[in-house]
């Protein structure tokens, strides 16, 4: 992470950039505010490097001509055509029996949203400061959306290593239903002539890349199986179609898509 951040705003919400600034500082994000008369997309192009920028749709990260945010209200129209019979992760983490569900790799949390659209009881867990204050932003103003109220109501933000968040729950004895796993960037171990065929990265999966460390085993995953097979009745991992198993651990069973599938590890309940 750069060691200080840009935080553009316009003259309009100063008040909302400093409410921003207060909570970045309090999760040890160095953010220096800046007056600009115009966010739009000229003023992104002359300001490539990685900033932050408030307007009235809340927090936004920006870097090389683009901004993004996880942006809930935009999900609305694939909410209303998703139900428990058309898509496959429903069935990979069994919505239909309303289970409560840990997903231990954020990202954007628009996995989240639809399984608590599909009747989850989500726990979503990110440890990086700026992904999670997006994420909180993001919840707050699908709060105000009479549509997503009701199911944003179910997901609860977690501002926690997920690693030292499983232990936590193995350590109290904690069982849950399912623990959803969908590593960030699994394109760096995935079989590589599905590498080479894979499209362009999406926007937002592009600031994402800019924004998050890219060594370390935070992205990957395969730390979180182990741990998550210890209190999950079952383990669910997103993975591209031809991905090898996360951590090399062979599944119980998987659901396939056109680009994507779904591991499923299943376990016997814990006895507390």
């Known amino acids: 992470m750069v060691s200080e951040l840009r935080l553009f705003v316009e003259h309009d919400f100063q008040e909302k950039a400093q409410q921003y600034f207060a909570v970045l500082s309090s ?4 953010v220096k505010i800046e007056l600009v008369e115009k966010l739009n997309a000229r003023f992104f192009r002359l300001n490539p490097d990685l900033a932050l920028c408030v307007d009235i749709e809340g927090l936004w990260l920006s870097a090389n001509g683009m901004k993004m945010q996880p942006d809930w209200k935009a999900e609305v129209g694939r909410l209303k055509r998703a139900s428990l019979k058309s898509e496959m992760i429903a069935r990979a983490c069994n919505l239909g029996e309303k289970p409560k569900l840990i997903d231990a ?16 009881e989500v726990t979503l867990v990110e440890r ?11 919840k707050a103003q699908a709060e105000n959306d009479p549509f997503l109220k009701p199911i944003v109501a ?26 959803y ?12 002539n599905a590498v080479k065929k894979q499209a362009q990265v999406k926007k937002q999966m592009q600031l994402l890349h800019v924004l998050l460390p890219k060594d370390g085993d935070m992205d990957l995953g395969d730390h979180l199986l182990e741990l998550a097979r210890k209190m999950a009745k079952r383990v669910v991992v997103k993975r591209p179609r031809l991905a090898v198993f996360l951590a090399d651990q062979k599944t119980n069973h998987q659901w396939h898509g056109d680009a994507c599938r779904f591991d499923a590890y299943f376990q016997h309940p814990i006895s507390e």
């Open 154 to 179: 179910r997901i609860h933000l977690v501002f926690s290593d997920s690693a030292d968040y499983l232990k936590r729950q193995i350590a109290q004895k904690k069982i849950v239903d399912v623990v």
């Open 128 to 138: 990086h400061p700026i992904l999670f204050t997006l994420l909180e932003s993001s």
């Open 105 to 120: 790799t954020a990202g954007l949390g628009h996995d989240s949203l639809l399984m608590a659209h599909l009747g989850a």
């Open 181 to 192: 796993l969908d590593p960030m960037f699994p394109q760096r171990d995935q079989n590589q």
């Open 27 to 30: 999760r040890g994000v160095a």
